[in-house]
């Protein structure tokens, strides 16, 4: 159906370029107007009501109606509605939020440099790498590895970092400086009768083969999200992060945490460094530092790091890199308003209750003949869609099954991320067990309609066997 050229629907059309859809079939389509938000819900400009499944993209924390956040803002608003912090300047807000982050950060990271995007987060954290080593003498040291499936952002060289084939197609990417190591996941790249364990040998193998072959000399720092977001949400096996970091630290290779999904509670800790067992040199956040509510985000590095290139741009006479709103102050404030609700509310606790409840109700979904895994931890899961359990055989992309999972849960009131090999959940932290039901409903009806269609199209067995 056309939308009506004067409707907010029609000048959509007529004048935007929507991020990770499909131009050619929005101009026909038009978009979904969200006009408000309260708790886990938002509405269309319709009145329709829908369960944020994903909250929003990966990142509204709080769910969209959290008025101690607008309240900061306003306030900030009144007394310093912006201001820079280039050339020494700075402001309240985004101090103490600094002085916060650091005091529940990973230990070892003692500084802090605020962008606005988790792409820019990484981006620059890449920058500081190179930056320290050319401080530090080793101006071969530059080599970023990254992994199969990852996803880092979409810049330049995060989405070079980034390791998903459409954000590089026909956008001339990934440039130069990226190695791609493997992805750790057992059910997906597992080998015929694999334990897991011999998988977690085999792909840490790969990665020191790999160093040992490109030189430890050229290769500068290693990158990882705790669980893969857009990549599948892929959870490591337990003994995956300390295994990979004995190599790193044998190369002198430093350890980029990219918690931008995973920060701030989304695995049941604080951060997904804790629950994995990463010690990193970097960070990056974003996304639930403000649950969403203003653009900000922060690479946090270490003391190492960070003395050795507060020397290098003494003698350089300036540290020439920033961002004209980085540490913009009402972005600030919000996000410093936001971790003041995280540990008022003890939000940790509750995710640590609900997390398991929607860890089992994904379980429940691995019985049904178009998942082949059911995966995820804390507030964050995926199930895995396939033609064929045993052989674990891919839906061709082609045939549109993911997509059309995603539109019949629309279709019941709740909001989803499909892609052709798999279906995301990761609602706000303060959703409750009612609202994981309605929203767990909602999948399992979507999975039997995308069921039936690959029945239709030949794709599967004729036989829909409803989950449990």
């Not at 004048?15 to 990770?20: A, D, K, L, R």
Request: with cysteine; glycine share 10%.
């Amino acid at each position: 159906m056309v939308a009506q050229p004067n409707s907010l629907a029609g000048r959509d059309v007529a004048s935007v370029i929507h991020p990770y859809t499909n131009l050619e079939q929005h101009k026909t389509t038009g978009p979904t107007v969200i006009a408000k938000g309260e708790g886990v819900y938002v509405y269309d400009d319709g009145g329709r009501k829908y369960l944020e499944g994903m909250a929003g993209l990966w990142s509204t924390s709080l769910g969209f109606s959290e008025k101690r956040l607008v309240e900061a803002a306003i306030r900030q608003m009144q007394q310093l509605p912006t201001y820079h912090i280039f050339n020494g300047r700075s402001n309240e807000a985004m101090i103490e939020l600094a002085a916060a982050l650091l005091k529940i950060a990973p230990k070892g990271l003692g500084k802090v440099l605020f962008a606005n995007s988790g792409s820019e987060a990484n981006d620059q954290a890449a920058k500081l790498v190179w930056f320290y080593n050319n401080a530090i003498g080793r101006p071969r040291k530059k080599k970023i590895i990254s992994r199969v499936r990852a996803y880092h952002g979409i810049t330049v060289f995060s989405g070079s970092l980034t390791g998903l084939p459409p954000n590089h197609n026909d956008f001339d990417l990934p440039v130069g400086g990226v190695l791609r190591t493997d992805c750790p996941s057992h059910y997906l790249y597992g080998l015929a009768g694999e334990s897991e364990r011999a998988f977690v040998d085999r792909v840490v193998g790969n990665l020191e083969q790999m160093i040992i072959r490109e030189g430890p000399d050229t290769i500068a720092a290693f990158i990882a999200e705790p669980v893969n977001g857009a990549g599948g949400v892929i959870v490591p096996p337990r003994d995956y992060f300390p295994r990979v970091q004995e190599v790193l630290r044998r190369y002198d290779i430093l350890v980029i945490a990219d918690e931008v999904i995973t920060g701030f509670g989304r695995t049941g800790n604080m951060f997904g460094c804790e629950t994995f067992g990463i010690e990193p040199d970097i960070m990056t956040v974003a996304k639930a530092l403000s649950s969403a509510y203003l653009p900000i985000s922060a690479t946090v590095i270490s003391e190492t790091i960070a003395e050795a290139i507060t020397k290098h741009s003494g003698k350089l006479g300036n540290f020439a890199h920033g961002f004209t709103y980085a540490g913009h102050p009402v972005s600030a404030a919000v996000a410093l308003e936001t971790l003041r609700i995280y540990e008022e509310r003890d939000i940790l606790s509750h995710v640590r209750q609900v997390g398991p409840y929607l860890q089992e109700k994904l379980q429940a979904l691995a019985g049904h003949p178009l998942v082949g895994e059911a995966r995820g931890v804390g507030l964050i899961g995926a199930v895995h869609l396939v033609a064929d359990k045993p052989s674990r055989a891919a839906l061709p992309p082609a045939a549109g099954i993911g997509p059309l999972i995603q539109q019949s849960a629309f279709d019941r009131g709740v909001l989803l991320r499909a892609t052709p090999d798999a279906v995301y959940v990761c609602p706000p932290l303060i959703i409750t067990r009612g609202e994981i039901d309605e929203l767990i409903s909602a999948l399992k009806g979507a999975l039997d309609d995308g069921y039936a269609e690959a029945v239709r199209k030949g794709l599967v067995g004729a036989e829909v066997k409803k989950a449990g």
